[in-house]
């Protein structure tokens, strides 16, 4: 907002404020502009279609439904899904087949989970582009990121589980990232080379996880809107219905399917990929592990870290006077942010048995539990309820007296008017004549007492100006408790005893609506007329929505089911692996005399020798048409140094018929090798090869 200077006489000496509510952010002016794309795509829609039918203004709830429908439709599924490496994709393709009945829930669970991704990402673009995330609004925003997270694994996760060709990559991809990590003394992708060998027990660990994140995801969501007072979990009735009618056309006109089964042999396959859950196939397909974990954390941190990398400083938040406070509770029920809390009384008049207490570091600094306190307890210090309103009357007592007829208009500072140049030290804005103008934190700051007074006293008119109704304004409440206070359902109440109602106008004018704002405000004055809301008729804002609808089906089913080709191999591949022990060797030494003295005597040796056993290293070679391709030894794993050694080794061949000659050795003798195996085999671009070696079952070649 620009202020103007003016030479003319400060009344009672109180500099005007700086109207810095939440901290600012580095690269305002870059946010500030494409906060007003925003604003403007959503100005556009509320001309056409009435704010309850519109999506993108209730994107939170919209995704916690979406969350709903897919958990209880995954549910549904277990009726006919069989959690087996062998018997999951037959009862999956089933459920496919029956394209009316299961086919219908198989599709719901898919969208759904879709949607709910594609409703939280715009939800988190939104919060960003408005700068929702400084100050004590950390805290969801580290919840929110960690939220899309666990619903990101949700989804990963109950891909694997339909065992098809989407399924397999994903395996692949996930047994990548964990073998680098030092957790499983088997690697996992030791059972995914081939399928017979796919690990059944870690079939069911996948399973038995996608039953348990939902919980994870709603302790997530909880502590998400934890600092929220009054959090609407779920979307009203009209935009619930438009969402399931979303769904469920989508289901019908495009159903769901599987790719191929999972054939962990073959190479270069192609399949379409639900994008949403499944875009890092792309990269696990294409880069190694390391460089990907790198990227993983990378970008957890820069997300993590936005609240303090872009905002600067820290809220201001209110205060209370514990002295005037007379434990009336209002401002602890008003509070949209549960910032608020009513404790044993210590100071002020004893009578009362609790005071009212700002958490601060949950306090965004809203003022909105200023115009709940009757006896302006409650307030922010830097823009203080009693000097406002020696200010504003100073400015309309003189007005009066010299036969004016003033208005006075409170503006949110995030509304169309907090884009006036006003005069802050006498209050005159040029594109407001006739008004004294003050910009307040949020419309919810203004209380009723101010407004009796001031046309007590003479203003012909007062405005509130908000910058949205319910939860889409930044303070969430401010307009509503606002509205519901001077029409006496929600104290302190206007007295409309004293004055009349109808001099008090509650506007709602976003920042790209100033114009219209300001001529709503001028027929108010000059003619003392309500503005007048239009509203679309039923039809017409029917087929809007549908038309709405249609636009995100086709945005979240484009995505959910584009085409896919892995890596296109230009050589075929050979792989081989082991898991086996190396002989156990014993190297002794004759202990000194010192070493024998400082052994206590129960404990030495008739031999007086110190032997350490230790596993040999597992050495394999691989020939390829006699040439030696490769040659290694494998240390025994274990803390100790005591386990088994295991082996993963991969090889690019040429297509064709080749010889190949595996060895494998457990003795520290370099030039013996216990075990031998040989076969020619036919290696093509489609499919690689892979053998397979244990003590119990020898060589098995695949």
Not at 131 to 148: C, H, N, S, V
Not at 150 to 167: H, I, K, N, P
Not at 389 to 408: I, K, T
Not at 628 to 635: D, N
């Amino acid at each position: 907002m620009l202020h103007t200077s003016s030479s003319e006489e400060n009344p009672l000496g109180i500099d005007p404020p700086a109207m810095v509510v939440e901290p600012p952010v580095r690269g305002q002016g870059i946010f500030k502009l494409f906060e007003q794309l925003v604003l403007r795509f959503d100005r556009g829609l509320t001309r056409i279609l009435p704010e309850h039918l519109n999506p993108f203004l209730k994107t939170g709830a919209l995704a916690i439904m979406m969350f709903l429908v897919a958990l209880v439709s995954g549910i549904i599924l277990l009726i006919w899904y069989r959690p087996s490496v062998v018997h999951a994709y037959p009862s999956m393709q089933a459920v496919v087949d029956q394209r009316w009945f299961a086919g219908i829930w198989r599709s719901l669970h898919r969208y759904s989970s879709d949607a709910c991704v594609f409703f939280a990402v715009v939800h988190m673009l939104r919060l960003f582009l408005e700068r929702r995330f400084t100050g004590p609004r950390w805290f969801a925003w580290i919840t929110g990121i960690i939220m899309l997270m666990v619903l990101w694994f949700l989804g990963w996760s109950g891909y694997w589980l339909v065992w098809d060709e989407r399924a397999q990559h994903v395996a692949t991809g996930s047994a990548a990232m964990l073998d680098l990590l030092p957790i499983f003394a088997d690697p996992m992708g030791r059972s995914l080379f081939v399928n017979e060998t796919v690990n059944s027990l870690l079939f069911f660990v996948v399973f038995f996880l996608h039953m348990m994140i939902p919980l994870a995801m709603g302790v997530v969501m909880w502590l998400h809107i934890a600092r929220i007072a009054r959090a609407r979990f779920l979307t009203e009735r009209p935009l619930t219905i438009w969402l399931c009618a979303m769904l469920l056309g989508m289901s019908i006109a495009y159903p769901a399917t599987n790719a191929g089964p999972a054939a962990m042999q073959e190479m270069g396959q192609s399949f379409s990929m639900d994008w949403w859950f499944l875009l890092p196939i792309w990269f696990t397909d294409r880069y190694d592990a390391g460089v990907l974990w790198l990227a993983l954390i990378g970008g957890s941190v820069a997300l993590g870290v936005v609240p303090w990398l872009f905002g600067r400083g820290t809220a201001r938040p209110a205060h209370v006077d514990t002295k005037k406070c007379n434990a009336c509770e209002q401002c602890f029920h008003d509070c949209p942010y549960n910032a608020v809390e009513m404790v044993k009384r210590t100071e002020g008049n004893m009578k009362y048995e609790t005071q009212a207490h700002v958490i601060e570091d949950k306090c965004v600094g809203c003022g909105i539990c200023a115009g709940s306190c009757d006896s302006v307890a409650t307030g922010l210090p830097w823009f203080d309820t009693g000097e406002q309103r020696q200010r504003l009357e100073a400015w309309v007592e003189p007005a009066v007296a010299q036969g004016e007829s003033p208005g006075v208009a409170f503006v949110c500072s995030d509304s169309a008017g907090g884009t006036l140049s006003i005069n802050t030290k006498t209050g005159r804005c040029d594109e407001l004549p006739g008004f004294f103008v003050l910009e307040v934190p949020c419309a919810g700051w203004v209380h009723t007492l101010t407004a009796e007074r001031l046309l007590r006293r003479g203003a012909s008119c007062v405005l509130v100006t908000s910058c949205a109704h319910g939860g889409d304004a930044r303070f969430r409440e401010g307009h509503k408790w606002t509205q519901q206070r001077f029409d006496g359902e929600r104290g302190p109440s206007l007295r409309t005893d004293k004055v009349d109602r109808e001099s008090v106008t509650l506007l709602t004018y976003n920042r790209t609506q100033k114009q219209d704002f300001i001529d709503a405000a001028l027929a108010i004055h000059n003619e003392q007329k309500k503005p007048v809301t239009l509203e679309q008729p039923r039809v017409v804002a029917g087929f809007v929505a549908a038309c709405l609808a249609v636009a995100v089906a086709a945005v979240v089913g484009f995505v959910s089911d584009f085409s896919y080709a892995t890596p296109t191999p230009e050589q075929s591949r050979l792989i081989v692996s082991f898991k086996h022990s190396g002989a156990v060797s014993e190297d002794c030494r004759e202990l000194t005399a010192e070493e024998i003295a400082a052994i206590p005597i129960h404990m030495r040796t008739e031999n007086n020798m110190d032997c350490a056993r230790r596993r040999a290293d597992v050495r394999l070679r691989i020939l390829v048409d006699g040439e030696t391709l490769l040659e290694k030894s494998y240390p025994p794993q274990g803390l100790w140094g005591d386990g088994t050694s295991v082996a993963m080794e991969a090889l690019d061949l040429n297509a064709g018929p080749h010889l190949i000659e595996v060895s494998v050795a457990d003795t520290v003798d370099p030039e013996s090798w216990q075990y031998k195996d040989r076969k020619e085999l036919e290696f093509t671009l489609e499919e690689h090869h892979v053998i397979s070696f244990d003590r119990r079952d020898g060589f098995i070649w695949y």
